[in-house]
């Protein structure tokens, strides 16, 4: 005998050939995944349309980054390197397992191209990807099954724990890891027993420490070790492949996909119904998420993704809060209802109402939409447009609170959610004699200028708002721009109306400020209003461009528009707050800080959640009506993150940031320690 | 059960500020934005509910100009089944006695098991259902906060003053009038109300009715406003300031120069 006996040659108990189980076993394998895949795959089909098959540059780009480059997943940092170790690991052993499986009936199967000093490479990389994948499935287990950080805990009416689906998963892998190392090391011991030739091994991977282990062992025992290892590899292989489908690690085979179909627009809400146009709704019977089905083929991949990882939910203000809402559990209790409703074998279950069947109402309502689980998930799972969705069928119900549907009317009707009167819309300019004496304001009804000022409701009505409108107007005027404002013709910009699920209400106020807009013939928009932002840039169609008022002194100042004086109050400590709508959902992080800095002395700190990860201070639009069951104020835990960054005054850009941040400094009892300013008022005081 | 509501459209407290005419015997109307009456909006979700749990129809009515044909589509879109528009200019100016001979009249013509009205409206004075029900010589109940459905009866609950609850059983057909609070109404949206905008609307005049129009109207009115005015203000209010144990001192202070402790 001159080496090793393989798989494809092996004789079981000198009769048997092994070539043949190695050929069944595959089969059988890949016979059942396909079966389960088969059975996954048919809610997707009965699901609504979407539209994912668009932009397929900027779709590869995601792959890229989110999927391939993993860049998420650090910004959790030990579980992210676990997991990058254990991703690449599968990425490289891939390949090596699929040559496996025919090594089984074709001895010394190499994969074309893999022959050469390729093969040489790959291998050396191969058994340091082992390695790593192993060490980290060993670190992993340690931390979810001893340590067990908080947020993998599942609240006892949401189910059950699924910590020992994830360790016995860890096992599965080191059973792969350790099998592969075994095969290659008991082959290698027995041919350096026979020969005495020493192949080059990477040092130190488990290979190279297996070889050392078996050199002594002796041959029979070597045999009979690379043949049980073969079968152990190859059964655990297949188990895993179509165990993968039946739980979290499902985003095994699905990331790629997931990721790729991800969005690839942000700030915007996906239409109704994909395929049919505005005009077509009226001829829908139902609008939104009432039963599983109504969710798209994407937003069910979505479902089957999830790894639980519990990021989104660790990041979300609501759930920080204790509303009734988790953003993870959106996801897996879609998922347990399709594993339920589309079970492996036997008849599908129809749907019921989902928000009575696995959803509440609070829970769905909870939302303020502020993006911070999809910033964070590292599978680029979406939950505003869902969030949506489910809120249009409620809507459609007629399921919508009391403390919801008087503003909602109060919209329908004035175009406002206060009910104010449409022709007080410009009395903080009107009914204000001193400012009306300083400041001549356009009323674009009548007049025309280069820019239109979107003042949006709150700042329009509100009588301790208004103070934003002012100052931008007059931040306006010294930065020379010529500009007026829509007047009584304004209605409210209606980001929330959409985020709200009233999506007729919202067109008919999108249709009333388009139409308004479009008739002043301004060049461009400008608004201090992050809400009204977000809604005229990303949700409107065929408007001038938009811009926050941010933006506008950032610019004003870089070229030098816009002079600043030094810090009036150069013993404060200010801190900037990211509205949501303006940094996570618009990506406009510098230009509010390039302004602050512009300001001579001015000591300016940083929130440890701030930029993409910024804390949302409670919502706003129609959240500001909405009543949730919570524990405590999301504007209470900013503010109490303000005072341990050590900041006196917190300055915000966003008119519903700074009510909520108000009422959460009189709760906290913070009064005369902390204060709030809209970044108009800051500039406006240092205006030259 | 077929159920009748009586439902009227009423100028919105909450969309609207009120600011009385030249000629100061009513509100300045040009400006106002006008819905259903809370009250009714109540007794609409009311019926509905009691349609989906022993069956039969909700039909809503209303006594008033072409423009009450909006708040009769709302209550539609609501999931009411029908809607009746009782409209002719000899109704102008009806007192709650008009009103309620008018209702009663088309209330004659149908095969009502139940008759709902709301307790009052934004700008009433409470009348309609029960003259409506004396005129019809049915059982009546005012301030209904809870109604469950038997078989040719019915047990209704009525708020009392200082927070207490009352069950009475009643036959049936009856007329109830209810109170807010008494459900959550349902969200209607434009969509919903875009759905009902082809249903036909009977239309009924005093003529179709049968009714003498100088029995309605300003003519046949029993009462007559004679003026409409906001009362001054008086000076009974006043803001305590300081910090908050400053306030509660003076509180105290001032409950005890006035024997309130």
């Given at each position: 005998m001159t080496s090793i006996v393989g798989p494809a040659s092996f004789k079981f108990f000198g009769i048997f050939p092994a070539a043949i189980l190695s050929f069944i076993l595959p089969i059988i394998g890949i016979g059942l995944f396909t079966y389960i895949m088969a059975r996954r795959i048919a809610p997707l089909v009965r699901a609504n349309p979407d539209s994912r098959f668009?932009?397929?540059?900027?779709?590869?780009?995601?792959?890229?980054?989110?999927?391939?480059?993993?860049?998420?997943?650090?910004?959790?940092?030990?579980?992210?390197?676990?997991?990058?170790?254990?991703?690449?690991?599968?990425?490289?052993?891939?390949?090596?397992?699929?040559?496996?499986?025919?090594?089984?009936?074709?001895?010394?199967?190499?994969?074309?191209?893999?022959?050469?000093?390729?093969?040489?490479?790959?291998?050396?990389?191969?058994?340091?990807?082992?390695?790593?994948?192993?060490?980290?499935?060993?670190?992993?287990?340690?931390?979810?099954?001893?340590?067990?950080?908080?947020?993998?805990?599942?609240?006892?009416?949401?189910?059950?724990?699924?910590?020992?689906?994830?360790v016995f998963v860890l096992g599965i892998i080191s059973t792969l890891m350790i099998s592969e190392s075994l095969f290659e090391a008991s082959e290698i011991a027995y041919a350096f027993q026979l020969t005495g030739q020493e192949y080059f091994l990477a040092p130190l991977s488990l290979v190279w420490i297996f070889k050392g282990m078996l050199s002594s062992v002796p041959q029979n025992i070597l045999q009979g070790l690379h043949i049980f290892m073969y079968y152990v590899h190859d059964l655990a292989f297949f188990f895993f492949l179509c165990f993968l489908p039946m739980g979290k690690h499902f985003h095994v085979i699905t990331s790629v996909f997931n990721v790729f179909f991800s969005r690839v627009e942000k700030g915007n809400i996906k239409p109704v119904m994909y395929g049919v146009s505005d005009e077509g709704l009226d001829d829908l019977d139902s609008f939104g998420v009432k039963t599983l089905e109504d969710f798209t083929w994407k937003h069910m991949l979505d479902f089957y993704s999830c790894a639980d990882c519990g990021r989104c939910s660790d990041q979300c203000p609501a759930n920080a809060v204790g509303r009734p809402l988790s953003p993870r559990f959106i996801t897996i209790k879609a998922r347990d209802l399709m594993f339920k409703n589309y079970?492996?074998?036997?008849?599908?279950?129809?749907?019921?109402?989902?928000?009575?069947?696995?959803?509440?109402?609070?829970?769905?309502?909870?939302?303020?939409?502020?993006?911070?689980?999809?910033?964070?998930?590292?599978?680029?799972?979406?939950?505003?447009?869902?969030?949506?969705?489910?809120?249009?069928?409620?809507?459609?119900?007629?399921?919508?609170?009391?403390?919801?549907?008087?503003?909602?009317?109060?919209?329908?009707?004035?175009?406002?959610?206060?009910?104010?009167?449409?022709?007080?819309?410009?009395?903080?300019?009107?009914?204000?004699?001193?400012?009306?004496?300083?400041?001549?304001?356009?009323?674009?009804?009548?007049?025309?200028?280069?820019?239109?000022?979107?003042?949006?409701?709150?700042?329009?009505?509100?009588?301790?708002?208004?103070?934003?409108?002012?100052?931008?107007?007059?931040?306006?005027?010294?930065?020379?721009?010529?500009?007026?404002?829509?007047?009584?013709?304004?209605?409210?910009?209606?980001?929330?109306?959409?985020?709200?699920?009233?999506?007729?209400?919202?067109q008919d106020l999108r249709d009333q400020n388009t139409d308004a807009i479009l008739e002043t013939g301004v060049k461009q928009i400008v608004t201090a209003d992050p809400h009204a932002y977000n809604a005229l840039k990303n949700d409107y169609k065929g408007l001038p461009g938009v811009k926050h008022i941010s933006q506008v002194v950032a610019e004003k100042i870089k070229n030098g528009d816009l002079e600043l004086k030094p810090c009036q109050s150069p013993d404060e400590v200010y801190v900037y707050h990211d509205p949501c709508y303006l940094g996570r959902h618009n990506g406009v992080y510098e230009d509010p800080r390039a302004a602050l800095d512009a300001i001579d002395g001015l000591t300016r700190v940083e929130l440890e959640k701030s930029r993409d990860r910024s804390f949302c201070c409670g919502g706003g639009g129609l959240m500001l009506f909405y009543e949730p069951e919570e524990e405590t104020r999301m504007g209470v835990l900013r503010v109490n993150m303000a005072a341990e960054a050590g900041a006196t005054v917190i300055v915000t850009a966003c008119p519903f940031c700074l009510v909520n941040i108000q009422d959460a400094i009189k709760v906290t009892g913070k009064e005369g320690e902390m204060e709030v300013l809209d970044f108009t008022e800051l500039i406006e005081q240092h205006l030259v | 059960m077929e159920i009748l509501v009586c439902v009227k459209r009423v100028p919105d407290t909450a969309e609207n500020e009120f600011e009385l005419n030249s000629s100061g015997n009513d509100l300045d109307r040009d400006d106002l934005v006008y819905s259903v009456?809370?009250?009714?909006?109540?007794?609409?979700?009311?019926?509905?509910?009691i349609v989906d749990k022993v069956g039969g129809s909700v039909t809503v009515i209303t006594v008033g100009d072409d423009e009450s044909e909006e708040v009769l589509r709302r209550e539609m879109a609501m999931g009411a089944n029908h809607g009746i528009l009782l409209t002719d200019d000899a109704f102008e100016g009806s007192d709650g006695k008009?009103?309620?001979?008018?209702?009663?009249?088309?209330?004659?013509?149908?095969?009502?098991?139940?008759?709902?009205?709301?307790?009052?409206?934004?700008?009433?004075?409470?009348?309609?259902?029960?003259?409506?029900?004396?005129?019809?010589?049915?059982?009546?109940?005012?301030?209904?906060?809870?109604?469950?459905?038997?078989?040719?009866?019915?047990?209704?609950?009525?708020?009392?003053?200082?927070?207490?609850?009352?069950?009475?059983?009643?036959?049936?057909?009856?007329?109830?009038?209810?109170?807010?609070?008494?459900?959550?109404?349902?969200?209607?949206?434009?969509?919903?109300?875009?759905?009902?905008?082809?249903?036909?609307?009977?239309?009924?005049?005093?003529?179709?009715?049968?009714?003498?129009?100088?029995?309605?109207?300003?003519?046949?009115?029993?009462?007559?406003?004679?003026?409409?005015?906001?009362?001054?203000?008086?000076?009974?209010?006043?803001?305590?300031?300081?910090?908050?144990?400053?306030?509660?001192?003076?509180?105290?202070?001032?409950?005890?120069?006035?024997?309130?402790?």
């Amino acid at each position: 005998m001159t080496s090793i006996v393989g798989p494809a040659s092996f004789k079981f108990f000198g009769i048997f050939p092994a070539a043949i189980l190695s050929f069944i076993l595959p089969i059988i394998g890949i016979g059942l995944f396909t079966y389960i895949m088969a059975r996954r795959i048919a809610p997707l089909v009965r699901a609504n349309p979407d539209s994912r098959f668009d932009q397929i540059g900027k779709r590869i780009v995601n792959l890229a980054f989110i999927w391939l480059g993993q860049v998420r997943q650090p910004r959790y940092m030990l579980a992210g390197v676990l997991h990058i170790v254990i991703f690449a690991g599968f990425l490289v052993l891939s390949i090596r397992s699929t040559s496996l499986v025919v090594i089984g009936f074709s001895d010394g199967f190499v994969l074309p191209g893999f022959g050469g000093l390729f093969g040489d490479v790959y291998n050396f990389l191969k058994d340091y990807a082992a390695t790593g994948v192993l060490v980290s499935c060993i670190i992993a287990a340690i931390r979810r099954g001893i340590f067990k950080p908080k947020r993998y805990a599942v609240p006892e009416k949401l189910g059950k724990d699924h910590t020992a689906e994830a360790v016995f998963v860890l096992g599965i892998i080191s059973t792969l890891m350790i099998s592969e190392s075994l095969f290659e090391a008991s082959e290698i011991a027995y041919a350096f027993q026979l020969t005495g030739q020493e192949y080059f091994l990477a040092p130190l991977s488990l290979v190279w420490i297996f070889k050392g282990m078996l050199s002594s062992v002796p041959q029979n025992i070597l045999q009979g070790l690379h043949i049980f290892m073969y079968y152990v590899h190859d059964l655990a292989f297949f188990f895993f492949l179509c165990f993968l489908p039946m739980g979290k690690h499902f985003h095994v085979i699905t990331s790629v996909f997931n990721v790729f179909f991800s969005r690839v627009e942000k700030g915007n809400i996906k239409p109704v119904m994909y395929g049919v146009s505005d005009e077509g709704l009226d001829d829908l019977d139902s609008f939104g998420v009432k039963t599983l089905e109504d969710f798209t083929w994407k937003h069910m991949l979505d479902f089957y993704s999830c790894a639980d990882c519990g990021r989104c939910s660790d990041q979300c203000p609501a759930n920080a809060v204790g509303r009734p809402l988790s953003p993870r559990f959106i996801t897996i209790k879609a998922r347990d209802l399709m594993f339920k409703n589309y079970p492996m074998s036997g008849e599908i279950y129809k749907s019921g109402l989902i928000v009575e069947d696995i959803y509440t109402e609070d829970e769905i309502w909870s939302c303020t939409t502020c993006g911070a689980c999809e910033e964070e998930c590292p599978l680029a799972i979406e939950y505003i447009d869902k969030i949506v969705d489910l809120r249009r069928g409620m809507v459609d119900e007629g399921m919508v609170p009391q403390s919801l549907q008087k503003p909602l009317k109060a919209l329908e009707k004035r175009g406002n959610p206060y009910g104010k009167m449409e022709k007080k819309r410009a009395d903080w300019w009107a009914k204000d004699k001193e400012f009306k004496a300083r400041l001549d304001i356009k009323d674009l009804g009548k007049k025309t200028a280069d820019t239109l000022y979107f003042v949006d409701s709150i700042t329009s009505y509100d009588d301790n708002i208004q103070e934003i409108a002012r100052k931008t107007s007059i931040i306006l005027d010294h930065a020379g721009v010529d500009f007026g404002i829509l007047g009584k013709l304004e209605k409210d910009s209606g980001n929330e109306v959409i985020r709200f699920g009233e999506e007729m209400l919202w067109q008919d106020l999108r249709d009333q400020n388009t139409d308004a807009i479009l008739e002043t013939g301004v060049k461009q928009i400008v608004t201090a209003d992050p809400h009204a932002y977000n809604a005229l840039k990303n949700d409107y169609k065929g408007l001038p461009g938009v811009k926050h008022i941010s933006q506008v002194v950032a610019e004003k100042i870089k070229n030098g528009d816009l002079e600043l004086k030094p810090c009036q109050s150069p013993d404060e400590v200010y801190v900037y707050h990211d509205p949501c709508y303006l940094g996570r959902h618009n990506g406009v992080y510098e230009d509010p800080r390039a302004a602050l800095d512009a300001i001579d002395g001015l000591t300016r700190v940083e929130l440890e959640k701030s930029r993409d990860r910024s804390f949302c201070c409670g919502g706003g639009g129609l959240m500001l009506f909405y009543e949730p069951e919570e524990e405590t104020r999301m504007g209470v835990l900013r503010v109490n993150m303000a005072a341990e960054a050590g900041a006196t005054v917190i300055v915000t850009a966003c008119p519903f940031c700074l009510v909520n941040i108000q009422d959460a400094i009189k709760v906290t009892g913070k009064e005369g320690e902390m204060e709030v300013l809209d970044f108009t008022e800051l500039i406006e005081q240092h205006l030259v | 059960m077929e159920i009748l509501v009586c439902v009227k459209r009423v100028p919105d407290t909450a969309e609207n500020e009120f600011e009385l005419n030249s000629s100061g015997n009513d509100l300045d109307r040009d400006d106002l934005v006008y819905s259903v009456n809370e009250w009714d909006n109540y007794a609409v979700e009311e019926a509905i509910q009691i349609v989906d749990k022993v069956g039969g129809s909700v039909t809503v009515i209303t006594v008033g100009d072409d423009e009450s044909e909006e708040v009769l589509r709302r209550e539609m879109a609501m999931g009411a089944n029908h809607g009746i528009l009782l409209t002719d200019d000899a109704f102008e100016g009806s007192d709650g006695k008009g009103i309620a001979t008018i209702l009663k009249a088309e209330v004659e013509k149908g095969s009502y098991d139940l008759i709902l009205s709301g307790a009052q409206a934004d700008e009433g004075a409470g009348q309609v259902g029960g003259m409506l029900a004396a005129m019809l010589d049915m059982p009546y109940a005012s301030l209904v906060n809870k109604i469950e459905p038997g078989d040719g009866k019915i047990v209704v609950g009525r708020e009392i003053e200082g927070g207490n609850q009352e069950m009475n059983e009643m036959d049936l057909p009856c007329v109830l009038s209810i109170q807010t609070g008494i459900n959550e109404p349902r969200y209607v949206g434009i969509r919903g109300i875009r759905k009902v905008a082809s249903v036909e609307i009977p239309e009924k005049s005093a003529s179709d009715l049968g009714i003498d129009a100088a029995s309605v109207g300003s003519e046949g009115a029993l009462t007559k406003r004679v003026d409409y005015f906001v009362p001054d203000l008086g000076d009974g209010a006043e803001m305590l300031e300081g910090s908050t144990d400053e306030i509660i001192e003076k509180l105290i202070e001032k409950l005890k120069a006035k024997g309130g402790l």
